[in-house]
């Protein structure tokens, strides 16, 4: 488990205490992850496909959604997107370095579509920042 899910599990868990009424409205859309695989032969060799996630993107799977929506609109917005990224202080032979995650061309593609529908979308990096964002959310309702 990243780094990235310890600290969407702990939003996850504070929202849930925070909100409980709205537990089930904050939901995580599963589009990471490693998935299953296997070899097809045919005459011209082989070839690795992802039967997985053949199969999500034929549920309905799109590449770059964020990680979380809250599906509560408020004055400004239908509901909330939420992508998880980290941002790290460590220290390398003595020097202090930082290490962030950034968005994928396509979670920004996805960004630009919900925005365009009148959906909020925000980039958070710890636990601090979400509450933040949650709560000024909530409170424009």
């Not at 009148?118 to 964002?133: L, Q």
Request: hydrophobic share 30%.
């Amino acid at each position: 488990m990243g780094k990235e899910s310890h600290i969407q599990q702990e939003a996850v868990r504070w929202f849930r205490l925070q909100y409980p009424q709205y537990a089930n409205l904050l939901v995580h859309i599963p589009n990471e992850g490693k998935r299953n695989t296997k070899v097809v032969y045919n005459r011209y060799g082989s070839k690795v496909i992802c039967t997985e996630g053949a199969r999500l993107k034929a549920e309905g799977m799109v590449k770059g959604a964020s990680d979380l929506i809250l599906f509560i609109p408020n004055k400004e917005y239908h509901g909330l997107c939420l992508e998880t990224k980290i941002k790290e202080e460590y220290y390398e032979k003595g020097k202090k370095k930082i290490r962030r995650t950034y968005q994928s061309k396509e979670q920004r593609d996805w960004q630009q579509v919900v925005e365009s529908q009148g959906y909020k979308y925000v980039v958070y990096r710890n636990v601090e920042e979400f509450i933040k964002i949650i709560e000024d959310y909530l409170n424009n309702r």
